[in-house]
């Protein structure tokens, strides 16, 4: 509790300025985050803001891969209409992220981070790309602890009504999703910052992880129902049967080089959800320190480059 007292109280770092836009589709818009050569674009989680990507100024992935000669480009999905209650995650693909990558005029490296992984290997499937990089993406579900995957279930038999009615699955409902998976880290990280030196960069980051974490708009309901039904309780994605725009998405048959990266103590995405592609990165930081932690840069980051820059 004194942890929480503290974290509340804490004063906050200036917001980032948001990037410029280079493209837009409807709600959704690519953000430039300038830099030269091929372009990158990155596709974070419809949960959450995009954000964690660009956390604080000196240690954003963003600001340093366009530093390393990429054209570094930013999926930023916005808040859903009303009218798009139905929308489901297939359709952010098909609506928003092929479309603001063909707004590129050239094929484009991709990145995906998390369930954004998940989303741009169904859109490297559906539009040419470079090269895919997946980030702690989920693909078998079945790779969830049982427990996990009944914590999960369970939660959206309980929301499920009153998402229907809203249209929307809020943030606040997802966020207890994601507690869920780890209980005890959940109450762990705040007393182990009520120990913390107030004004340490480690503890400024933790502020800035816990404040993008509790953010961002909702889900539709259509994307809440396929996160829930279809992947987490049917495992369509690792059962070979998800379907996006009329075509089965398989990781066997991309047509361009990837990299998947997992991690072995991730407990949001479990190394055994990944796709199974056979290029992989195998690190040991948690599923937001490997974006974010201060090894990231070193385990995550510069394999990242290396890998676009040999597929550039």
């Not at 959206?156 to 997802?174: D, F, H, T, Y």
């Not at 056979?278 to 974006?291: D, E, K, S, T, Y």
Request: charged share 15%; with cysteine; hydrophobic share 45%.
């Amino acid at each position: 509790m004194e942890g929480l007292r503290t974290f509340e109280a804490a004063p906050r770092l200036p917001p980032r300025a948001l990037a410029p836009i280079l493209a837009s589709i409807g709600r959704a818009k690519l953000r430039d985050f300038g830099g030269s050569g091929p372009p990158l674009i990155f596709v974070p989680s419809l949960i959450n803001p995009p954000t964690v990507l660009d956390l604080i100024e000196g240690h954003s992935l963003l600001e340093w891969m366009a530093a390393q000669g990429f054209r570094v480009l930013l999926v930023d999905w916005g808040s859903p209409y009303p009218s798009e209650r139905n929308l489901d995650i297939g359709g952010h693909i098909k609506r928003y992220l092929v479309p603001l990558i063909e707004t590129i005029g050239e094929p484009a490296l991709l990145a995906g981070y998390c369930l954004g992984g998940t989303m741009a290997l169904a859109a490297a499937s559906l539009t040419k790309v470079r090269a895919l990089a997946l980030i702690a993406t989920p693909w078998n579900f079945s790779g969830f602890p049982e427990v996990a995957r009944a914590e999960q279930i369970s939660l959206w038999q309980a929301a499920q009504s009153s998402a229907n009615r809203l249209g929307m699955m809020p943030m606040e409902i997802l966020q207890s999703g994601f507690w869920r998976l780890d209980p005890a880290r959940t109450v762990g990280k705040f007393a182990d910052f009520g120990a913390m030196e107030r004004t340490s960069s480690h503890a400024q980051r933790f502020i800035a992880v816990e404040d993008w974490a509790n953010d961002g708009p909702p889900l539709t309901f259509g994307a809440a129902r396929e996160a829930f039904e279809d992947f987490f309780e049917k495992n369509l994605t690792g059962n070979g049967a998800w379907c996006v725009g009329g075509a089965i998405i398989d990781p066997t048959k991309l047509p361009c080089p990837t990299l998947d990266i997992i991690s072995t103590v991730d407990r949001i995405v479990p190394a055994a959800s990944a796709s199974g592609l056979p290029n992989r990165l195998v690190l040991g930081l948690g599923h937001v320190g490997m974006i974010v932690g201060s090894r990231a840069p070193e385990r995550l980051w510069q394999p990242l480059a290396q890998f676009m820059s040999s597929n550039a």
